[in-house]
């Protein structure tokens, strides 16, 4: 059974930094897009950043210039290092992966998320 499970997250203050660390497990083929979305309270939610397996990048543009995804193929390990964070990145960030299992097709998995506060 395939899994996300991220880690990272906590309480900083504006204008810290935060790396948040995603690890897919479990009976994998190939893990091809990876994502990082978030969900403030009240809100829906929005895209942060998605990498490809070869490394193509796209941001949100709130977070273009402060935020960096990458990942480790060799793990299937994905990471999000957010800089000059700001009180409005408050949310819960959940970790995505369409993921093809060893006995299935191409499925869209999602983590548990993890929680960042961010302080003024």
């Known amino acids: 059974q395939v899994q996300l499970v991220e880690s990272g997250g906590g309480l900083v203050q504006a204008g810290g930094s935060l790396r948040l660390s995603c690890a897919a497990s479990?009976?994998?083929?190939?893990?091809?897009?990876m994502g990082w979305y978030r969900q403030a309270p009240g809100k829906q939610r929005e895209l942060v950043a998605v990498i490809t397996s070869g490394g193509s990048t796209n941001y949100a543009d709130s977070v273009k210039g402060r935020f960096t995804i990458s990942r480790d193929n060799a793990k299937n390990t994905l990471y999000l290092q957010m800089n000059s964070l700001k009180p409005e990145d408050t949310a819960v960030y959940y970790c995505?992966?369409?993921?093809?299992?060893?006995?299935?097709?191409?499925?869209?998995?999602w983590g548990k998320g993890t929680l960042v506060t961010v302080s003024s």
């Open positions: 995505n992966a369409l993921i093809m299992p060893l006995s299935s097709g191409l499925q869209n998995y």
């Open positions: 479990g009976s994998i083929f190939r893990v091809d897009i």
